[in-house]
């Protein structure tokens, strides 16, 4: 990591590239005051990615920071933890031959009309191999398009639905394996919803690349052939690796990532291993 650096009241540490920190000096599990919370959106502007280390939050806390940050999202497609309406467990048993949920490239729901900004997630249970989480940098990849690229881009509008993993002839429906979490998948999943192919932030004013293999499934005015083409460009210069950000976990952790300009992917690799995570997300804006 870079040399460390002090924003307020805490201390972020970046990635050499920009993308990615980690956030001490702050305890969580307390109501932050506004100059904490305005360090705390700062650093989130700037890098994408904030993880904060030994952070064993309760449920209580995990929903309480989560509402210091915004609203919570919905969350469709996942039947959530009894009593909390808007955490859902991520869980997986030692003896689960199904695959590792989120084992495609993403952005948290973007199908719907207003997708979450934020996604927070706290780990319970950490396996003693794999479970990383990968993240892609979709503004960067962005701005290193030709001006060519991006004028070609600027206009378009991508599909996204859910219709791939939580349709109702979708992966999950056509699952066979036994899984602790519990999948809703349902017609309904496979509703369409148009956003702009090139996003802008609405706190950095940053452009980003707002698509991704699991939930764009065309370009609004071109054919299947050119939609294909198209997309399939951008994730073969998406996925480079001088736009990925790997994350290692590590028990009592917290990590809240931007849905906004970034891609992940959650890798397995912990066969035989337990792991459980809670999750909630944060309301998001109308993509513009």
Same mark, same amino acid.
């Given at each position: 990591?870079?040399?460390?650096?002090?924003?307020?009241?805490?201390?972020?540490?970046?990635?050499?590239?920009?993308?990615?920190?980690?956030?001490?000096?702050?305890? =969580?599990?307390?109501?932050? @005051? /506004? #100059?904490?919370?305005?360090?705390?959106?700062?650093?989130? *502007? !700037?890098?994408?990615?904030?993880?904060?280390?030994?952070?064993?939050?309760?449920?209580?806390?995990?929903?309480?920071?989560?509402?210091?940050?915004?609203?919570?999202?919905?969350?469709?497609?996942?039947?959530?933890?009894?009593?909390?309406?808007?955490?859902?467990?991520?869980?997986?048993?030692?003896?689960?031959?199904?695959?590792?949920?989120?084992?495609?490239?993403?952005?948290?729901?973007?199908?719907?009309?207003?997708?979450?900004?934020?996604?927070?997630?706290?780990?319970?249970?950490?396996?003693?191999?794999?479970?990383?989480?990968?993240?892609?940098?979709?503004?960067?990849?962005?701005?290193?398009?030709?001006?060519?690229?991006?004028?070609?881009?600027?206009? =378009?509008?991508?599909?996204? @639905? /859910? #219709?791939?993993?939580?349709?109702?002839?979708?992966?999950? *429906? !056509?699952?066979?394996?036994?899984?602790?979490?519990?999948?809703?998948?349902?017609?309904?999943?496979?509703?369409?919803?148009?956003?702009?192919?090139?996003?802008?932030?609405?706190?950095?004013?940053?452009?980003?690349?707002?698509?991704?293999?699991?939930?764009?499934?065309?370009?609004?005015?071109?054919?299947?052939?050119?939609?294909?083409?198209?997309?399939?460009?951008?994730?073969?210069?998406?996925?480079?690796?001088?736009?990925?950000?790997?994350?290692?976990?590590?028990?009592?952790?917290?990590?809240?990532?931007?849905?906004?300009?970034?891609?992940?992917?959650?890798?397995?690799?912990?066969?035989?291993?337990?792991?459980?995570?809670?999750?909630?997300?944060?309301?998001?804006?109308?993509?513009?």
């Amino acid at each position: 990591m870079a040399d460390g650096a002090t924003a307020g009241p805490i201390q972020v540490r970046a990635e050499d590239s920009g993308f990615g920190a980690e956030v001490t000096g702050v305890d =969580l599990s307390k109501p932050l @005051s /506004a #100059g904490t919370m305005a360090a705390i959106r700062d650093a989130w *502007a !700037r890098h994408a990615v904030l993880s904060f280390p030994d952070q064993p939050l309760s449920l209580d806390e995990l929903e309480a920071f989560t509402l210091q940050m915004g609203p919570f999202g919905d969350d469709p497609f996942i039947a959530p933890m009894p009593g909390r309406p808007n955490v859902l467990e991520l869980r997986r048993e030692p003896d689960e031959k199904a695959p590792n949920f989120g084992g495609g490239w993403h952005s948290d729901w973007s199908f719907q009309p207003a997708p979450p900004a934020a996604t927070i997630l706290r780990s319970e249970v950490t396996p003693p191999v794999g479970g990383d989480t990968l993240f892609i940098d979709a503004a960067r990849a962005y701005d290193d398009l030709s001006p060519t690229m991006q004028a070609m881009l600027a206009p =378009l509008r991508a599909i996204h @639905s /859910a #219709g791939r993993p939580y349709g109702a002839q979708g992966l999950f *429906a !056509r699952e066979t394996e036994k899984r602790a979490m519990k999948i809703l998948y349902s017609a309904e999943a496979d509703k369409t919803h148009p956003h702009p192919l090139v996003r802008t932030h609405p706190v950095t004013g940053r452009k980003a690349l707002f698509v991704s293999p699991t939930y764009t499934v065309g370009v609004e005015g071109l054919t299947d052939m050119e939609a294909d083409a198209v997309l399939g460009f951008l994730y073969k210069h998406l996925l480079q690796d001088k736009y990925r950000y790997r994350h290692k976990w590590r028990p009592g952790m917290v990590l809240m990532w931007d849905n906004r300009c970034t891609m992940h992917f959650a890798e397995g690799g912990y066969d035989g291993h337990l792991r459980v995570m809670h999750r909630t997300t944060v309301a998001g804006d109308v993509p513009v």
